[in-house]
């Protein structure tokens, strides 16, 4: 019996120990964080109620783990309704061992938010932006591959 405790405990402690915080953000914060000229920045804007956003988050970890240690930053920002946050997109993001970074866009006017992301965006998600201010700039609307980012991300750094 000790040791089934014990087990439980460990399993307990383990899962709170990867739990991630998710903090609101707003758009500007988004161009803010991604200044470096020498980083490459990857958004990826999702939400849990979007399935093909959900099928594409193992990509975006498959990314996080190849990029790790380069100049290469990434972050998951949510699109999820405001009732959800934080409780139900903290819980997803531990249920599904997120990797990457994440954020909750605190702003509900696509009119708004949109242009201040990016002018060529038709508000569907999920979606991806890949910038290397100054150098790359690329916005990827609709379900991705890690493969399809990678390689942009690979020139973006050789840039």
């Known amino acids: 019996m000790k040791n089934i405790t014990i087990l439980l405990l460990l399993c307990c402690f383990a899962g709170h120990a990867r739990a991630q915080q998710v903090n ?7 161009n803010k964080w991604g200044a470096s000229p020498d980083t490459v920045y990857i958004v990826n804007f999702w939400a849990t109620w979007c399935m093909p956003c959900v099928q594409e988050l193992p990509e975006f970890d498959k990314l996080y783990q190849r990029y790790a240690g380069k100049p290469v930053k990434m972050l998951m920002v949510s699109l999820d309704f ?7 997109l903290q819980m997803f993001a531990q ?3 997120m990797l990457p970074p994440i954020a909750w866009l605190a702003e509900t006017d696509p009119n708004k938010f949109i242009p201040v992301i990016e002018n060529s965006w038709q508000g569907s998600i999920p979606a ?13 609307e609709g379900q ?13 750094m050789n840039e």
Do not use: C, N, Y
């Open 24 to 30: 609101a953000i707003k758009a500007a914060d988004i």
């Open 82 to 88: 405001k009732e959800d946050f934080p409780g139900k």
């Open 95 to 97: 249920r599904k061992r």
């Open 128 to 140: 991806t932006l890949i910038i290397r201010p100054g150098k790359v700039r690329k916005f990827i």
């Open 144 to 156: 991705t591959s890690a493969a399809a980012v990678g390689k942009i991300v690979d020139a973006a």
